[in-house]
């Protein structure tokens, strides 16, 4: 392998090495599930990003992204946040970085999750968001779902992969059973 290449976050690798180290090595992720919480902590609204597929379609999907070398849980939930919402999201993050689950993706359809491009292991936390997410980077929307809607297969057939089955687990553990 060639090295490692600099960016804002510290060395990371490049796109070559990347792809030869996720054709071997399970990557770590984090997914954040956006939730607005009533005064009480009672899921009052679940967050969901619209993006564009490569095949020209449209899918739901919560903020996720790779742990960057030398960078805690906490550091790698608030950088993809504000990538994909904003600075005036304000995510309110846990002190300790104890998932709600943690989900395993598989190149290969029927084993789990499934992601295309590489065998990945992501930590979700649900973390409440105090401000006005934004859209950003690849994201086209954002929109707020009550808890009842989730449980609606139309929105649930719209999610990427995997998010359906957190989402229904988020509301499960809340007590916002279908």
Request: hydrophobic residues 40%; charged residues 20%.
């Amino acid at each position: 392998m060639s090295g490692v290449a600099s960016g804002d976050q510290g060395p990371w690798l490049s796109p070559y090495d990347l792809d030869y180290v996720r054709e071997r090595v399970p990557m770590v992720y984090v997914e954040a599930i956006p939730v607005r919480l009533s005064p009480d902590g009672d899921l009052e609204a679940v967050g969901m990003l619209l993006r564009a597929t490569a095949e020209n379609g449209l899918q739901r999907s919560f903020v996720s992204g790779r742990v960057l070398f030398h960078e805690n849980l906490r550091e790698a939930l608030l950088r993809h946040i504000e990538k994909d919402l904003g600075s005036m999201a304000f995510p309110r993050l846990p002190h300790t970085p104890v998932p709600l689950t943690v989900a395993q993706y598989f190149p290969t359809p029927g084993y789990g999750f499934h992601d295309p491009r590489q065998h990945s292991v992501s930590l979700v936390y649900p973390i409440p968001l105090g401000g006005d997410p934004q859209p950003s980077d690849d994201a086209l929307d954002f929109s707020w779902f009550e808890p009842e809607h989730c449980h609606d297969p139309a929105l649930q057939a719209e999610m990427v992969d995997g998010h359906a089955q957190l989402l229904c687990l988020l509301l499960n553990t809340t007590g916002n059973y279908a």
